[in-house]
């Protein structure tokens, strides 16, 4: 099995600040040409965190150079499986939202969009990162069954 990757819990609430931003420029933009150009960005920064986890994010990196030399290290990490779940249903939510946008599917750009704005702000704002607590109810729900 491969080793498991410990992160700094405070590098990927801050990759959560970064998306609800650009979550409610979306959102304030709508399916407009700039809203969907806003949006295929922020799909953009998705695919790193998905991919490898949340380490590998520019947003990571961004808090690696900028925050946590201000900060000092944490007191605690975590395993980087849970961020990295949640990172890939980020990445399939703005997929979503961005390809209902470009068909014409206004309330899946809606309702995709503000997923994903929800979703980044009870991380950004309370720590409550909801693909990790579905990540972890998965892990259980497969542990019971086996």
Same mark, same amino acid.
């Given at each position: 099995?491969?080793?498991? %990757?410990? %992160?700094?819990?405070?590098?990927?609430?801050?990759?959560? /600040?970064?998306?609800? #931003?650009?979550?409610? #420029?979306? !959102?304030l933009l709508g399916p407009s040409t700039a809203g969907l150009v806003t949006l295929a960005v922020l799909v953009a920064l998705f695919i790193p #965190?998905?991919?490898?986890?949340?380490? =590998?994010?520019?947003?990571?990196?961004? &808090?690696?150079?900028?925050?946590?030399?201000?900060?000092?290290?944490?007191?605690?990490?975590?395993?980087?499986?849970?961020?990295? *779940?949640?990172?890939?249903?980020?990445?399939? !939510?703005?997929?979503?939202?961005?390809?209902?946008?470009?068909?014409?599917?206004?309330?899946? *750009?809606?309702? &995709? @969009? #503000? !997923?994903?704005? /929800?979703?980044?702000?009870?991380?950004? =704002? *309370?720590? &409550?990162?909801? @693909?990790c607590e579905i990540y972890l109810l998965l892990k259980r729900a497969g542990a019971r069954a086996a």
């Amino acid at each position: 099995m491969a080793q498991d %990757i410990q %992160i700094d819990p405070r590098g990927y609430r801050f990759g959560a /600040a970064v998306t609800l #931003a650009f979550a409610v #420029a979306v !959102m304030l933009l709508g399916p407009s040409t700039a809203g969907l150009v806003t949006l295929a960005v922020l799909v953009a920064l998705f695919i790193p #965190a998905a991919l490898i986890g949340p380490q =590998a994010s520019l947003q990571s990196m961004l &808090f690696k150079a900028l925050l946590r030399p201000r900060i000092g290290p944490p007191t605690e990490t975590e395993s980087y499986r849970p961020p990295r *779940f949640a990172q890939q249903m980020g990445l399939a !939510m703005s997929a979503a939202a961005l390809v209902l946008g470009v068909l014409d599917v206004t309330w899946g *750009f809606w309702l &995709f @969009g #503000a !997923m994903v704005t /929800a979703a980044s702000f009870l991380n950004a =704002a *309370f720590g &409550f990162c909801l @693909g990790c607590e579905i990540y972890l109810l998965l892990k259980r729900a497969g542990a019971r069954a086996a």
